[in-house]
């Protein structure tokens, strides 16, 4: 698991301002790469969580043994980014 690469799919979604679009099909590809790691597997539950798709989210959820953060997605990608950066 590499932070680095971590912190770049979370900065692509916060460059394409947490909107479905190209910078988020990259975090997408990103996240894909490393299933089954958890702290990518939460990333990749964010980028269905912005794109709508909520079973597909629950899913990932699931996967990475995270629930899905009641509050904006804003918070719940500061509070990934927090916990990467704690890693």
Do not use: F
Request: net charge negative.
């Amino acid at each position: 698991m590499s932070q680095a690469e971590l912190l770049k799919s979370l900065d692509l979604l916060k460059a394409g301002d947490l909107q479905p679009g190209s910078e988020m099909d990259q975090a997408h590809e990103i996240c894909q790469s490393h299933e089954g790691s958890p702290l990518y597997d939460w990333i990749h539950a964010l980028v269905h969580r912005i794109e709508g798709d909520d079973a597909n989210a629950a899913y990932w959820y699931r996967r990475a043994g995270r629930t899905r953060h009641p509050g904006p997605v804003e918070e719940e990608w500061q509070i990934i980014r927090t916990e990467i950066e704690k890693a």
